[in-house]
């Protein structure tokens, strides 16, 4: 193949910045381990150049690494798929009693939008999953899809503890981060490390990003969500966010990738990511993001902007999408500092995606899915 133009991706996310989407971002684009690009446009705060090896905010982009955490452990025997949350997870219940891990990494686990969790409140991590085991179920475990933003990867992270002994950032770090030699990343901050990192840590910014949220007679009604006023605080940074927390340069969740798809030192035998990015979720409509997409385990296999049936990944709240495509060997991340409005952060990724897809030529053009146009309140399907 030969090599791509890819001048069209950083224009693109040029263009979007002057259009107020974002102040920065980065991209990074690899084909069967060979970089293409990896650069950074507009600013991480004013005044100063977004760098390529900044620290940006991956929000849900960071869960498959999570979710690679789980499958070592399965691979080795230490815990089933099936195994119910409950022999892990000390109080779990309140109708709750039959979820398995496989019904969280699907988000088919009965708890999507946990009562109370807090996500935006300084506590610790054993507090945010004893507010999730106490929460009741919204459905029979496995009889209904919704997306679980942040509590279902909370009790992933608690269980790889459980099972392992060490926390969640801290097995992280040993079992896939360093491995890896993702040397800018890590599942929050500690405010000593914020101050030695300075402004290499990046904020993000509110470009009009709004939440669904149900009003007592069933009406939704888009509601901003100022995430900003949280997400920049030095406590927040800190946090042990294992759904949304993971804090990074694009090109480090690009070597992620690049490792899942054997290029690169490998954190999951080649079966398992088959298993991890096979189809264990179809046909059930998510009931959070009005969607219907089938979902691999902790990854989605489904993507707008036009990419192969194979590509797998995540994407990250109205900022971020990392993805691979074992079908031509491509990985592709895509992060930015702007929460965007719902339509702005949705063109975003799907402009981004289907550029780097062009750009890949004739080769690729025959095993493209059409590329989705955006609907008022979601993607058409």
């Known amino acids: 193949m030969p090599t791509p133009d890819l001048a069209a991706v950083t224009d693109l996310l040029e263009a979007q910045r002057a259009a107020d989407w974002h102040d920065g971002a980065q991209v990074y684009v690899s084909i069967r381990g060979e970089v293409l690009l990896d650069a950074a446009v507009g ?3 004013p005044g100063r150049a977004l760098r390529t090896d900044d620290r940006m905010l991956w929000y849900s982009s960071g869960k498959p690494l999570t979710t690679v955490a789980v499958l070592q452990l399965w691979e080795q025997g230490r815990l089933g798929l099936d195994d119910r949350v ?24 009965g708890f999507p939008m946990a009562r109370d969790y807090p996500f935006d409140r300084d506590v610790t991590s054993a507090e945010a999953v004893a507010a999730v085991a106490a929460s009741p179920a919204a459905w029979l475990p496995g009889a ?56 290499a840590v990046v904020p993000v910014a509110w470009k009009g990003h709004r939440l669904p949220r149900v009003d007592a007679d069933g009406t939704i009604e888009m509601v901003e969500y100022h995430a900003d006023r949280y997400h920049n605080e030095p406590w927040h940074i800190a946090k042990i966010e294992p759904g949304g927390g993971m804090r990074g340069p694009a090109h480090d969740l690009g070597r992620f990738y690049e490792s899942l798809l054997g290029c690169g030192p490998a954190v999951l035998e080649p079966g398992t990511v088959e298993v991890m990015t096979a189809v264990h979720r179809y046909g059930l409509k998510d009931a959070v993001l009005g969607l219907n997409r089938p979902w691999g385990l902790g990854v989605q296999v489904d993507f707008t902007g036009g990419t192969t049936r194979r590509a797998f990944g995540h994407g990250g709240m109205a900022t971020s999408r990392g993805l691979a495509d074992p079908t031509c060997g ?20 799907l402009e981004v995606t289907d550029a780097v897809y062009t750009a890949l030529g004739d080769e690729v053009a025959p095993l493209r899915k059409p590329v989705e146009q955006l609907g008022a309140f979601g993607l058409s399907t």
């Open 144 to 199: 209904q899809a919704g997306y679980h933003a942040a509590s279902g990867w909370q009790i992933l992270g608690a269980i790889v503890e459980r099972v392992d002994g060490r926390p969640i950032e801290r097995y992280l770090h040993d079992e896939v981060i360093s491995p890896l030699g993702l040397t800018g990343t890590s599942l929050g901050i500690p405010l000593a490390e914020q101050e030695r990192l300075g402004d």
């Open 86 to 109: 409950g022999d892990h997870v000390d109080g779990w219940g309140n109708g709750k009693e039959t979820a398995t891990l496989r019904h969280v990494l699907t988000h088919t686990g």
């Open 43 to 45: 600013d991480s705060r």
């Open 330 to 349: 491509l990985v592709l991340v895509v992060v930015a500092n702007g929460l965007a409005g719902f339509l702005e952060a949705e063109r975003r990724v």
